[in-house]
């Protein structure tokens, strides 16, 4: 679904409303979901891929 260098936006989370990074890598949490190793603006820190959006669907959805 997502893949390194790509520009996502987490819409879910500690960082929400809406948080942009880039995906700097992967992993499988132990409830076999996939985490995200992402470099926001201020710090890198991992999202959860279901909480997160492909930069381009997330303009669609607001109208972009």
Known sequence: MFSVGEFIVEREGA?????FGVVKGFETAANGE???DVQFPTNRLYAFA?????YREWLDEQGF
């Open 15 to 19: 960082r929400a409303p809406a948080s």
């Open 34 to 36: 996939q985490l995200l």
């Open 50 to 54: 279901s909480q997160c959006l492909p």
